[in-house]
T-cell receptor
Framework: GQNIDQPTEMTATEGAIVQINCTYQTSGFNGLFWYQQHAGEAPTFLSYNVLDGLEEKGRFSSFLSRSKGYSYLLLKELQMKDSASYLCAVFSGGYNKLIFGAGTRLAVHP | GAVVSQHPSRVICKSGTSVKIECRSLDFQATTMFWYRQFPKQSLMLMATSNEGSKATYEQGVEKDKFLINHASLTLSTLTVTSAHPEDSSFYIC????????????FGQGTRLTVV
């Protein structure tokens, strides 16, 4: 079956660093996405990993280990506006299934 | 990034009626579109995947006769919720991607459906 696990909630302090983990078990793998979603809005793209390693993009970095079925999203220099849900999603079954994890609600406080 | 337009953004309908939601890719050809529903404080649940010109592939537990999906062109897919019930009230989101291996999936703005 398909399974994508993320922590439900996390809290962090403004200016700090936070790491959001995602583990997956899917039938086939064609890449992993991270999306940010604010309440009542559609998700917005943050990153895509298909090969092992770290992808850095400004304050956000994403890491993938295919052998471990594991990814993390790293957010640096946290800002209040980073308070949102972060969704891990996997392309499986070719490119015809984009499956989402339950999402991690991140609260950034002063 | 590319633009996906979803319409309407909000709709209220009476029980027993049908509602159509449109999803358009404005500046690219979407060979694949995904339809999701999302309940409050929950993640996106994939309902179905549609490829242009072919029948949609529905996820287990999703009634294909209730949630009609049409992907008649490379820029338009529609989801029709038939005989709507209050429990169908949810946030429906479409996502579109171009073909040819990996490409990012772009999301529409979502449709808040309330059935009264």
């Amino acid at each position: 079956g398909q399974n994508i696990d993320q922590p439900t909630e996390m809290t962090a302090t403004e200016g700090a660093i936070v790491q959001i983990n995602c583990t997956y078990q899917t039938s086939g793998f064609n890449g992993l996405f991270w999306y940010q979603q604010h309440a009542g809005e559609a998700p917005t793209f943050l990153s895509y990993n298909v090969l092992d390693g770290l992808e850095e993009k400004g304050r956000f970095s994403s890491f993938l280990s295919r052998s471990k079925g594991y990814s993390y999203l790293l957010l640096k220099e946290l800002q209040m506006k980073d308070s949102a849900s972060y969704l891990c999603a996997v392309f499986s079954g070719g490119y015809n299934k984009l499956i989402f994890g339950a999402g991690t609600r991140l609260a950034v406080h002063p | 990034g590319a633009v996906v337009s979803q319409h309407p953004s909000r709709v209220i309908c009476k029980s027993g009626t049908s509602v159509k939601i449109e999803c358009r890719s404005l500046d690219f050809q979407a060979t694949t579109m995904f339809w999701y529903r999302q309940f409050p404080k929950q993640s996106l649940m994939l309902m179905a995947t549609s490829n242009e010109g072919s029948k949609a592939t529905y996820e287990q537990g999703v009634e294909k006769d209730k949630f009609l999906i049409n992907h008649a062109s490379l820029t338009l897919s529609t989801l029709t919720v038939t005989s709507a019930h209050p429990e169908d009230s949810s946030f429906y989101i479409c996502s579109a991607r171009a073909g040819g291996g990996y490409t990012e999936a772009f999301f529409g703005q979502g449709t808040r459906l309330t059935v009264v």
